[in-house]
Structures are given as structure tokens and as C-alpha cells.
């Protein structure tokens, strides 16, 4: 079975302040996990994957990765927020076969000026 | 290359009514993933299609809910006989293979409300 838990359901950040949401996940086999970013009554966009090669991931507009199997955890970085990262963002696991991913509940990061 | 086209974008229905909702994926793409996000919730998984087959549809409620993919035109979610509780974003997502590792791209969702 796999899950994906996402702790916090809203971040507050400053503009320049580190960004860091939380990820943790179950899952029986070895895991790809996504974090996909959804805008306000937008679509998702995909801003990193892991895929079982290296375990720090970049992904796009400056985020990043660390896939820490003995945690069980893959929590998303940035080391400096800017006012457009406010956002919600979804960590998700998927299965070998295909991408029946499993959703986090959703981190809503806010970031004041 | 157009993204994955869902429409429509909004889609107010009476209780009783039938909602059908409709998701052109990517060009070259022949899987196709509906989601289902209520409100304050992730998303959940409901039925995965390939060109007319449905491969996985363990997240599909077992009455009123159905999806197609027919060989030509969009893949439609089919909603009979709507309740207030159905009110949720619905997206559609499509990938161009099938491995676990595959991005999928994201439609923006039809946002269905009951009324």
C-alpha cells in the first residue's frame, strides 16, 4: 500500500526566508515520488520528480529534493521564497506500473512581503 | 503543443441531473488519469483509461460514476443522477507511456457544483 502524509497544512514564510514542506511517505516498494504545485483554480504543474537516481533532485523555479530512504521522507526546499511561490503543493507517490499517484492532503505556503 | 484541454471549466448542475465531463489529453498521449479533489483535500485517484480501455478504476464510485476513452475524440467522466456531494474539482491528467515514473501533465480541472 502507499500514502503520502504532508505535515502542515499551511506554511508562512518571509519573503528571502527558507521554504521547507514536508513530506513523508509509505509505501511497500521502492517509490517515485512528485511534488506538483497547484496555483489558485489552476491546473497541477510538476516541479520535481525522483525516479530512484540521485537522491537530491532540482527540480524548477529553484526547489529542490532529498530523497531520504531511512526517514521515509522527501521534503521539498527552496533556500530563498519570492512573493510568486504562494502556492499549494502536493506531494505524491506512484506506483511501479503506472502514475496512479497517491496525493498528500496539500501544503498551502503563504509568503508575506 | 496544446496541454490537456478539459472543459467545461465550471459546471453547475441541479441535484437529479448528469454532469459529463470532458478531457482531450496531450497530443501523442493515450493514457489518461481522472482525479477527483474535494474541497480542502488532496487529490484522489479514480479510474485510469487507455485508448478505449479501462485499465485501473478502483477509485470510481460503484454507482452513477462512468469513463470512457474512445478511440476517437475526448475521454469523458459521466456523472448520473448528481448529489450535493459530488461538488469537487475533477482533473484530468495524461502521460505518453505508461511507466511509474512518467510525468503526467495536469488539465485545470472542471469545478462541478451541485446545487
Not at chain 1, 521554504?19 to 497541477?44: D, E, I, K, M, T
Not at chain 2, 448528469?18 to 479533489?37: D, F, I, N, T
Not at chain 2, 476513452?69 to 448528481?82: A, D, N, T, W
Amino acid at each position: 500500500a502507499q500514502s503520502v502524509t504532508q505535515l502542515g497544512s499551511h506554511v508562512s514564510v518571509s519573503e528571502g526566508a527558507l521554504v521547507l514542506l514536508r513530506c513523508n511517505y509509505s509505501s511497500s516498494v521502492p517509490p517515485y515520488l512528485f511534488w506538483y504545485v497547484q496555483y489558485p483554480n489552476q491546473g497541477l504543474q510538476l516541479l520535481l520528480k525522483y525516479t530512484s537516481a540521485a537522491t537530491l533532485v532540482k527540480g524548477i523555479n529553484g526547489f529542490e529534493a532529498e530523497f531520504k530512504k531511512s526517514e521515509t521522507s522527501f521534503h521539498l526546499t527552496k533556500p530563498s521564497a519570492h512573493m510568486s511561490d504562494a502556492a499549494e503543493y502536493f506531494c505524491a507517490v506512484s506506483g511501479r506500473n503506472f502514475n496512479k499517484f497517491y496525493f498528500g492532503s496539500g501544503t498551502k505556503l503563504n509568503v508575506k512581503p | 503543443n496544446a496541454g490537456v484541454m478539459q472543459n467545461p471549466r465550471h459546471l453547475v448542475r441541479r441535484r437529479g441531473q448528469e454532469a459529463r465531463l470532458r478531457c482531450s489529453p496531450m497530443k501523442g498521449h493515450s493514457h489518461v488519469y481522472w482525479y477527483r479533489q474535494l474541497p480542502e483535500e488532496g487529490l484522489k485517484f479514480m479510474v485510469y483509461l487507455q485508448k478505449e480501455n479501462i485499465i485501473d478504476e478502483s477509485g470510481m464510485p460503484k454507482e452513477r460514476f462512468s469513463a470512457e476513452f474512445p478511440k476517437e475524440g475526448p475521454s469523458i467522466l459521466r456523472i448520473q443522477q448528481v448529489v450535493r456531494g459530488d461538488s469537487a474539482a475533477y482533473f484530468c491528467a495524461s502521460s505518453p507511456s505508461t511507466g511509474g515514473d512518467t510525468e503526467a501533465f495536469f488539465g485545470q480541472g472542471t469545478r462541478l457544483t451541485v446545487v
